[in-house]
């Protein structure tokens, strides 16, 4: 069974770091793309950023709202996603979630909440 | 960057009753389509990809269609645990976009 187990979030002040995690299991991880997708509290979803497999040099793209200050990691040795978010803003809080970048994203994890606040 | 549309944003229909939403794409991206169910307080559930290809699981109640930039996603028979909000998302280019969501409630 594929399961995503994101941990990592809290409450930050703006300006602060945080770094999300995303353990996977119930699949080869290190042969898949994998994603992080946010939600706003009472909001829709926003693609947050992506990072290929090994094959493809686990190169990234992320979207313009977080370039420069998101970044995605991975360790296939540790079935691992990450999430090094820094220079958080208030816009930031939302729930996070990571993805299985497969026909789409066909699986997700439960999520974890970032608020960020003073 | 590609602007997702859908409508209606919400809806209210009968149990048993089908219902079509639609997904506009402000350019062409092929088949590139995600359909996505949410519940209150639950993370994404990937119903279509491809525009049309079902996922593992997934009741054939669900269908989708449409490829460039027109998309709809039928849910056939409504059920009390159909009722959730659903969104498409294109993959047809970065960044992958979402639409606004569409609300089906009961009425």
């Known amino acids: 069974e594929v399961q995503l187990v994101e941990s990592g979030g809290g409450l930050v002040q703006p300006g602060g770091s945080l770094r999300l995690s995303c353990v996977a299991s119930?699949?080869?991880?290190?042969?898949?793309?994998m994603d992080w997708v946010r939600q706003a509290p009472g909001k829709g979803l926003e693609w947050v950023g992506r990072?290929?497999?090994?094959?493809?040099?686990?190169?990234?793209e992320y979207a313009a709202s977080v370039k420069g200050r998101f970044t995605i990691s991975r360790d296939d040795s540790k079935n691992s996603l990450y999430l090094q978010m820094n220079s958080l803003q208030t816009e930031d809080t939302a729930m996070y979630y990571c993805?299985?970048?497969?026909?789409?994203?066909?699986?997700w994890g439960q999520g974890t909440l970032v608020t960020v606040s003073s | 960057d590609i602007q997702m549309t859908q409508s209606p944003s919400s809806l209210s229909a009968f149990v048993g009753d089908r219902v079509t939403i639609t997904c506009r794409a402000s350019?062409?991206?092929?088949?590139?389509l995600g359909w996505f169910q949410q519940k209150p307080g639950k993370a994404p559930k990937s119903l279509i990809y491809?525009?049309?290809r079902l996922q593992s699981g997934v009741p054939s109640k669900f269908s989708g269609s449409g490829s460039g930039t027109e998309f709809t996603l039928t849910i056939n028979s409504l059920q009390p645990e159909d009722f959730a909000t659903y969104y498409c998302?294109?993959?047809?280019?970065?960044?992958?976009?979402f639409g606004p969501g569409t609300k089906v409630d009961i009425k």
């Open positions: 998302q294109q993959y047809g280019s970065y960044p992958y976009t």
């Open positions: 491809d525009a049309s």
């Open positions: 119930g699949f080869t991880f290190s042969d898949h793309y």
């Open positions: 990072i290929r497999n090994k094959a493809n040099s686990h190169t990234t």
């Open positions: 350019q062409g991206i092929r088949n590139s």
């Open positions: 993805a299985r970048g497969h026909h789409s994203f066909d699986y």
